[in-house]
């Protein structure tokens, strides 16, 4: 399920400002209503309370009896107000990682630490950057062979675990390395509660480490309680919080809400389990993604990164060049099911909330489809204007579906052709 990141509550926001008149004025009557089912969708969505009545109060100040320009409808307007205030509830500097430094991670026991410290390291090594993982926890059974287990999954080195050695040794034994490294990622011990013993310790090693970033990972199921979770590590030096899970979580609000409640930016994003699950803090991305404007941005990252990845050169050159066939979508289908399913690909394209929660329980391996193209010619997929009702005929009958399916079928191409249109040069 992993459009609900950040899918229901886009689909009911949009949905409410669509619902406006098209006057040349709006009116009290079109913000009262649009208001208030905005207000529903965010707290069904988990938002502070205090947030809803802050930003709903802006919304109105702002719209209430603007003149709507004759080249703007009074849905873009208020559209427009929506998303300029929900970025100003989240929005904070750029994140940058200070290269030749140290991370410390910290969180309670399963809130996702050892897992957002391989997304970070995957991050990384993607960006030609070397790094080092040190697991710091001799306490959680498999710990440190968790820590491994990821560290070889990606190809980054980890710090061996010697028997016996306390925390601070490990710590020390790491920092030896750091001119190794443009990064040392520490892995730090988790607990189901906070106590004194695990404080006492997170202190000792943040005066030891000196890192540059001090991260507090917190399970984004929680909800509104991490603002507790984040109160009882309120004696350490933190900088920053990374959300985990959310690809499990159709709340999404805890977002809006974090920086207001914490004071402390938002810098990385865990949205799944895979290495590449992972999506560094990028306020007008994130904000487009929630009110259901998709991210293009990203859609032309993964797919050119799982083409260089797999050595397609010469499909990923034609795409840069604006050329796709029928043949091309056979292969990009392919490369969907390995981005996680055509789920995980159309949250990325606006307005695409509402169809994703139709899909939820079908059957969207691509079979049909591939079944109907594997029934053309290969003349036909290179030229799909060649298909007549008689070719149609043809192809349906040969792949078990009918001319509906097929001109379906051409229709999404053709979506999918101008999208693939906007790969850099």
Request: glycine content about 8%; hydrophobic content about 40%.
């Amino acid at each position: 399920m992993n459009f609900i990141m950040f899918g229901r509550l886009g689909v009911a926001v949009r949905s409410a400002v669509q619902r406006i008149g098209g006057g040349s004025v709006v009116t009290q009557k079109d913000i009262d209503k649009t208001l208030r089912e905005i207000r529903i969708a965010m707290l069904e969505a988990d938002v502070s309370l205090s947030v809803i009545k802050t930003f709903l109060q802006k919304i109105q100040d702002q719209a209430l009896g603007q003149n709507v320009m004759k080249s703007l409808r009074p849905d873009h307007l208020i559209s427009k107000i929506v998303y300029d205030e929900m970025l100003s509830l989240v929005h904070n500097d750029p994140v940058q990682w200070t290269q030749n430094s140290s991370i410390l991670i910290m969180g309670l026991q399963g809130s996702g630490k050892t897992t957002l410290c391989g997304k970070l390291a995957y991050m990384f090594k993607n960006q030609k950057f070397s790094t080092l993982l040190v697991s710091l926890d001799p306490y959680r059974p498999a710990a440190q062979t968790q820590l491994s287990v990821i560290a070889n999954s990606i190809g980054v080195d980890v710090l061996p675990s010697l028997k016996g050695e306390d925390v601070y040794a490990t710590a020390r034994r790491a920092l030896i390395k750091k001119s190794s490294y443009d990064y040392i990622i520490f892995d730090t011990a988790g607990r189901l509660h906070v106590d004194q013993e695990l404080m006492q310790e997170l202190i000792g090693l943040q005066a030891l480490i000196q890192a540059k970033e001090n991260l507090l990972v917190c399970d984004s199921l929680m909800g509104q309680s991490i603002t507790d979770v984040a109160k009882s590590f309120s004696q350490l030096s933190l900088n920053g919080v990374a959300l985990s899970k959310l690809d499990a979580n159709h709340k999404s609000g805890i977002i809006l809400s974090l920086k207001s409640l914490l004071n402390l930016p938002i810098k990385a994003l865990g949205t799944g389990e895979k290495p590449q699950d992972f999506m560094q803090w990028d306020a007008k991305r994130v904000i487009s993604r929630i009110l259901d404007q998709g991210d293009i941005t990203e859609l032309v990252q993964k797919t050119t990164q799982l083409l260089s990845q797999e050595n397609h050169a010469q499909q990923l050159a034609r795409l840069q060049k604006g050329i796709f066939t029928l043949d091309d979508l056979v292969i990009q289908m392919n490369a969907m099911q390995k981005m996680g399913g055509l789920s995980s690909i159309l949250k990325l394209i606006p307005g695409m909330g509402g169809i994703l929660e139709s899909l939820q329980g079908k059957d969207v391996s691509f079979k049909k489809e591939k079944a109907i193209l594997s029934s053309m010619t290969p003349k036909e997929r290179k030229d799909p204007r060649i298909l007549d009702a008689s070719r149609k005929k043809r192809i349906a009958k040969g792949s078990g579906t009918t001319v509906q399916d097929i001109n379906q079928l051409l229709t999404r191409f053709m979506e999918m052709k101008k999208i693939f249109g906007k790969f850099p040069k």
